[in-house]
């Protein structure tokens, strides 16, 4: 202790400078990858790295696992919360008539690389098979979906075709990339529709002499569907609902497995609510608006708007207060309550305080992205209602009240998950700004690093144009952190036996 003692009051004030200088660039250096780190994930380094492999090595394994029972049994379902899972856009727009145009407006690019990649893995899966072995126009198409160049994918298209004029995927490519407007993509694809139906055909009667015979019906089955959906698009765009109704629901009707994919109902709904036939979007709802399907935007806010289109026309929030809700009124704010929780984030673009983008090729339920496609197509629909924005304005932030920990806790649904926000990052453009949901506050760690980095270089900067006063200074702090242990030793000194001190310091 005494040598300790001494060793400190031979300490210079440059040590002191040195000391307090280096903490607080280390501190700041901290702070700086914790801040990036936390942009660009969303979560503290220092925390994640202390609760997945720090806290099991003390035992925080097991209460992690008992919370998540205790979170698995508070949903009160035997299934499990279900992980974030990418969905293709049903209302995805087209990459040269679109998507393409807004490029060469605003020299920004609308689509991620990932976004792209997973529509070139749908591409693949839907329009490629094992029969496809030998044919070059189809294995030129093979290379074609996984190429990143739009110009070199077209070209590859044109390829194809002068293999083979009857290569239903490269008539696809062609209109989904090569085309510059609606119009023109709607001819090209009713020549690949003629092609896909006689394909279609051909495959229906040999798919049953060999596993490869139907996998390439299968694939035949997918191109002619896929056809038949955009060309319906093509058709609503261009404003002919009719007819564009009457696809959607022809297409609704089949069976194969590419249907679970595409979600064509919800293509249907958009297309009668802008024909504002509400009585026929009502009955499509009571179809798939099911406690066994799985939910979407589309569905949930589009029972909103319905009912409060029934009551919203006369809704005051003055009137409200002082008589109450009436059941349609209360029917119509749960509807949206509902609506709400299950995306937090297509309010405000709705009612335009957040401005829209071009939505993306693939979405994620109940992510920025999915609020994003939703209000993109939809928002025109309800402003089609006379006030129903108004009864959305005053009553969506209500269902804050209700979910005080969305994360642990859901009401009509499974708790929000925490992995949307990093999906969507890679969904949607750099220059859009993702919305994320709870609002995250900083991280402990970030607050502690910035308040040690800000006292450390203070300290340094006093230091240094004060050294004596901040020596002595330090001196005397430093006397009192000692103050409890020589006051321990002392009472050591005078309850042990002098002979045992002396038996114990020469150990």
């Known amino acids: ?7 400190l009051s031979t300490l210079t004030p440059k040590f002191y400078v040195a000391l307090t200088g280096t903490s607080s660039l280390i501190s700041g250096l901290i702070l700086i990858f914790e801040w990036w780190y936390f942009r660009k994930y969303g979560t503290s380094f220092i925390e994640q790295v202390s609760l997945n492999h720090i806290s099991p090595w003390i035992g925080g394994g097991s209460s992690e696992s008992s919370n998540g029972n205790d979170h698995h049994a508070s949903n009160g379902s035997g299934q499990q919360i279900p992980e974030c899972k990418v969905w293709r856009n049903p209302l995805n727009l087209f990459r040269g008539a679109e998507y393409q145009r807004f490029f060469w407006a605003t020299s920004k690019e609308p689509l991620t690389y990932y976004d792209m990649n997973l529509s070139a893995q749908d ?6 098979c094992e029969g496809d072995a030998g044919n070059a126009e189809y294995e030129i198409m093979q290379t074609a979906w996984r190429e990143r160049n739009p110009v070199v994918r077209i070209k590859a298209a044109h390829s194809a075709l002068e293999v083979n004029q009857d290569c239903t995927p490269a008539y696809i490519l062609l209109a989904e990339e090569e085309t510059t407007t609606i119009v023109e993509a709607e001819k090209v694809l009713k020549t690949a529709l003629k092609i896909a139906e006689t394909n279609y055909k051909k495959s229906q009667l040999m798919q049953h002499q060999s596993a490869i015979h139907e996998s390439i019906h299968r694939r035949d089955t997918n191109a002619l569907i896929y056809i038949k959906r955009r060309l319906a698009m093509c058709a609503r765009k261009l404003q002919k609902l009719k007819e564009a109704a009457k696809m959607f629901r022809d297409l609704t009707k089949e069976i194969p497995p590419i249907m679970n994919v595409l979600n064509i109902h919800e293509n249907l709904i958009e297309c009668l609510l802008e024909m504002q036939a509400y009585a026929d979007c ?9 406690i066994s399907l799985p939910k979407s935007a ?9 009912k409060a289109r029934a009551v919203a026309d006369k809704f005051s929030p003055d009137v409200a207060s002082k008589r109450g809700l009436s059941a349609a009124e209360m029917s119509a704010v ?16 709705l009612l335009e305080t957040k401005p829209l983008i ?8 109940r992510g920025d992205s999915e609020a994003l496609a939703y209000a993109f197509f939809h928002l025109n629909h309800w402003k089609n209602v006379e006030g129903a924005l108004n009864l959305l304005h005053c009553t969506w932030e209500g269902t804050f009240r209700m979910l005080p920990y969305p994360l642990e806790r859901g009401h009509l649904f499974y708790p929000y998950p925490t ?10 453009p750099v220059f859009h700004d993702v919305s994320v949901y709870p609002k995250k506050e900083l991280p402990f760690f970030i607050l502690f690093t910035a308040g040690l980095c800000s006292f450390t270089a203070l300290l340094a900067l006093l230091t240094h144009q004060y050294p004596e006063p901040m020596g002595v200074m330090a001196h005397t702090v430093l006397n009192w952190i000692s103050l409890p242990f020589y006051f321990f030793k002392e009472r050591l000194e005078s309850v042990l036996p002098c002979n045992l001190l002396q038996q114990l310091t020469r150990i």
Request: a negative charge; aromatic letters at 12%.
């Open 1 to 7: 202790m005494w040598d300790s003692s001494m060793f």
């Open 123 to 128: 591409h693949q899966t839907f329009f490629t």
């Open 282 to 290: 009502q009955a499509v709802l009571a179809k798939y608006d099911d």
């Open 298 to 306: 589309t569905i949930c806010y589009t029972a909103a708007l319905l």
């Open 334 to 349: 749960e509807a949206i309550h509902r609506a709400v929780e299950f995306n937090p984030h297509v309010p405000k673009y």
């Open 358 to 365: 071009l939505p993306p090729e693939h979405i994620l339920k």
């Open 419 to 428: 992995c949307t926000e990093c999906a969507d990052r890679e969904l949607l």
